[in-house]
């Protein structure tokens, strides 16, 4: 690939560099190679999952049987982070595709603990709201700047500080989430929580009629 090309190119100038200055013009390129590779994979994701949902099929789950076993993997995952699931005990049937509601909860508790406070528990959501699944991943960490609230879910935008900027983060998660949801018919928010600083997101999709 170009990348590859590239990269390889700057290796090999790399090791002809006699002085310290031509080094450090390598090493800033090296990174920017490496960041425009991180970029390309991340939108090569997005593209495939708009592909393979084109020809997917959804059928009847239980997001009873669903996000528990999400929320177990995710403690292991991230043992670091802490994780509260609040589900009642009826099944909540919704039509789609047991694989995608984890890839897209996968994306929201990944955001969730990157801008979590230390210490503070993540907490997964889920109740029936008349003919409405209704899921929401809440975390204590900084308020969502207003103007970013209805951006957060598009492609290549990020509301990370410059400090967390090392590698490219361009809402490409939260975007992959957004696929997700649009596919089973649902609709997905930000908001900044009411009871303490931090944010909340919430998925909407329709229950299971048959």
């Not at 031509?22 to 190679?33: F, H, K, M, P, W």
């Not at 005990?89 to 990157?114: H, M, R, S, W």
């Not at 983060?169 to 600083?197: K, P, V, W």
Request: aromatic share 6%; charged share 25%.
């Amino acid at each position: 690939t170009p990348v590859t090309v590239v990269r390889s190119s700057l290796e090999n100038l790399g090791l002809t560099a006699t002085n310290k200055e031509s080094q450090v013009y390598i090493e800033r390129a090296e990174e920017g190679i490496s960041r425009l590779n991180l970029i390309l994979t991340n939108m090569s994701e997005a593209t495939r999952l708009e592909q393979m949902l084109q020809t997917s099929e959804k059928e009847k789950i239980d997001l009873g049987k669903v996000l528990p076993g999400c929320v177990e993997g995710y403690q292991l995952a991230y043992s670091e982070s802490r994780f509260e699931l609040d589900i009642g005990q009826q099944p909540i049937f919704i039509n789609g595709v047991p694989e995608y509601i984890a890839q897209l909860l996968d994306k929201l508790i990944a955001n969730a603990v990157e801008f979590s406070y230390p210490d503070k528990a993540i907490t997964v959501y889920c109740r029936t709201l008349r003919d409405h699944a209704v899921i929401k991943v809440a975390n204590a960490g900084p308020f969502l700047p207003e103007e970013m609230k209805d951006r957060v879910f598009d492609s290549m935008i990020s509301v990370r500080p410059q400090e967390k900027q090392r590698q490219p983060h361009l809402g490409m998660g939260l975007h992959i989430a957004r696929l997700i949801c649009d596919f089973h018919g649902g609709q997905i928010r930000a908001e900044n929580r009411t009871d303490r600083e931090g944010v909340i997101i919430t998925l909407v999709i329709p229950l299971f009629y048959r």
